[in-house]
């Protein structure tokens, strides 16, 4: 397992490198300039020449690019132009948002979705099966940013449930942060609900079809047992999968959640970046969105081990 994970680290670096170059090349070659927004409107020319040469903005795309990694190898993803302040910093200030907002939304996809595949595989061909799959299908269709919009004005405005948007810390109050996120977060989930839901179902069937499943049967198990212990263990290989992959849907479905219900998360920052051009901060969420994706693929590969026995790494 050891040996499994060296190799599995060292493969993720070259994938890095190569998010990490694509970044700051798409960034690089992006038309516009942060240096005339800087130096404000009526500008002239030497002025924004001058911030240009301040910040490092003229220097050749080589000595850019080579700065860029030199900086990234001592953890310091740059200074942001517009905020005056290190992008890690303002990174990391807002991360526990955007974490809290992706777990939440994590753990309502597998609950709902695990137990809503598992229901319909067991009623088959009945109306819940039919209704399940038919809402999980719906969650597939509808656009996330449209479900909070729709949550907003439901539950917010018309029934005065729930907050319109805005961030309670989890520290703070966590009865505040739960009302805070819970509509964010279920917008952000239903359509990995959906997906979830229906991987859940086939797997499930296709395993009830096997021998041993007869054979657990055939001895008297209760049907709990074999469900639970027998099956369930079969269908987690494709589900652990979905989910690894879930987890990168939902970072980057965050983005635009946190813009919808002013949630003040890395994604809102990303936002915020790209409109007012500020390179810096748009790689620094890059990056740091594509890291922790290859580091939930680590994690999904672990996770075959402990699930599946038969899953074997260290060969």
């Given amino acids: 397992m050891i040996r499994f994970l060296a190799n599995r ?30 130096a404000g409107p009526g500008a002239s020319a030497a002025d924004i020449a001058r911030i240009r040469s301040v910040y490092g903005l003229d220097s050749p795309f080589h000595e850019r690019l080579l700065g860029w990694y030199a900086a990234l190898a001592q953890g310091d993803l740059g200074q942001s132009v517009l905020l005056r302040r290190s992008v890690t910093e303002a990174i990391l200030e807002r991360l526990p948002v955007t974490l809290s907002l992706t777990a939440l939304a994590l753990v309502l996809a597998i609950a709902v979705g695990v137990a809503t595949g598992i229901l319909a ?64 977060a279920l917008a952000l989930a239903l359509t990995q ?28 198990l209760p049907n709990r047992v074999v469900i639970f212990k027998h099956a369930l263990a079969n269908v987690m290989i494709p589900v652990i999968t979905v989910i690894g992959l879930s987890v990168g849907i939902l970072l980057g479905g965050a983005i635009v959640i946190e813009q919808v219900f002013s949630i003040p998360g890395v994604g809102r920052l990303i936002i915020g970046g790209i409109l007012r051009r500020d390179f810096p901060v748009i790689q620094g969420g890059l990056l740091l969105t594509a890291t922790v994706f290859v580091l939930v693929n680590l994690a999904v590969d672990i996770l075959y081990a402990v699930v599946d026995p038969r899953v074997r790494y260290d060969r």
Avoid: C, H
């Avoid at 680290?9 to 927004?37: C, H, K």
């Avoid at 839901?197 to 008297?220: E, N, P, Y």
């Fill in 9 to 38: 680290l060292i493969a993720a670096l070259p994938v890095l490198f190569i998010v990490s170059l694509l970044t700051f090349v798409l960034i690089y070659f992006v038309p516009g300039d942060v240096s005339a927004e800087l």
């Fill in 121 to 184: 595989a067991m009623r088959v061909n009945t109306w819940v099966d039919q209704a399940t799959m038919t809402v999980a299908l719906a969650g597939l269709s509808l656009p996330d940013f449209w479900l909070g919009l729709v949550m907003i004005y439901l539950f917010a405005v018309q029934l005065g449930w729930l907050p319109t948007g805005g961030y309670v810390p989890l520290t703070e109050n966590p009865v505040g942060w739960l009302r805070s996120m819970a509509m964010p």
């Fill in 193 to 220: 609900i959906g997906l979830l839901a229906r991987m859940t179902r086939a797997s499930m069937l296709d395993v009830l079809r096997q021998d041993f499943m007869r054979t657990a049967r055939a001895k008297g």
